[in-house]
């Protein structure tokens, strides 16, 4: 384990505007008509690159129809906070929400551009069963672990109940429950 924090996190905005530009963006890649799984696809935006604006790599999905939506990190500079005791987390992995299909793609992409790949995959019963949740829509880091918001209740389409938040484990990616206490 490193004992320093992970140096793309910034304690202020403006700090983070003064560091190194980024040299990868990561996109998804979807299959509109659900013919073909859905997959994240690593983009070089390093101007000096001789690979400048080209996709360096993918990584294809087992399993058609999940719909990605908004994606984010495991982690982030909330994590600088000494209450969180996650002050040396990685921005390593992306988490990939299914809103179709309620699926939740861990990816892990440490070790270079084309070295990503499936950490973990969250299947839906795992989250229905720990939230009465469905739908997962958008990924959010903070200092308690992983927020993710939803557009579905329970049922087989979503509409037994509300949509609400739910938190996972930033480092184990366990769904631990709903956000809300009430």
């Known amino acids: 384990m490193n004992l320093r924090p992970d140096p793309?996190?910034?304690?202020?905005?403006?700090?983070?505007?003064?560091?190194?530009?980024?040299t990868l963006a990561y996109t998804l890649m979807l299959s509109p008509d659900f013919s073909q799984p859905d997959g994240l696809a690593v983009v070089n935006v390093d101007p000096n690159s001789p690979d400048f604006g080209k996709i360096v790599h993918t990584v294809i999905m087992p399993n058609k129809g999940d719909e990605f939506h908004h994606f984010g990190w495991n982690a982030c500079s909330s994590a600088l906070s000494p209450l969180?005791?996650?002050?040396?987390?990685e921005r390593r992995y992306l988490i990939i929400p299914g809103m179709r299909s309620s699926r939740i793609y861990i990816i892990d992409v440490k070790g270079g551009p084309t070295?990503?790949?499936?950490?973990?995959?969250?299947?839906?019963?795992?989250?229905f069963a720990k939230t009465g949740y469905s739908r997962p829509h958008t990924i959010h880091c903070g200092p308690e672990g992983i927020y993710v918001s939803?557009?579905?209740?329970?049922?087989?389409?979503?509409t037994d109940?509300?949509?609400?938040?739910?938190?996972?484990?930033?480092?184990?990616?366990?769904?631990?429950?709903?956000?809300?206490?009430d």
């Open 8 to 22: 793309t996190f910034y304690p202020s905005p403006k700090l983070a505007m003064e560091g190194p530009p980024e």
């Open 84 to 89: 969180t005791g996650h002050a040396f987390l």
């Open 115 to 127: 070295a990503a790949k499936i950490h973990k995959i969250i299947e839906p019963a795992e989250v």
């Open 150 to 158: 939803t557009l579905g209740g329970g049922g087989k389409d979503g």
């Open 161 to 181: 109940g509300p949509p609400g938040i739910f938190i996972m484990d930033c480092q184990t990616f366990d769904v631990i429950g709903r956000y809300e206490i």
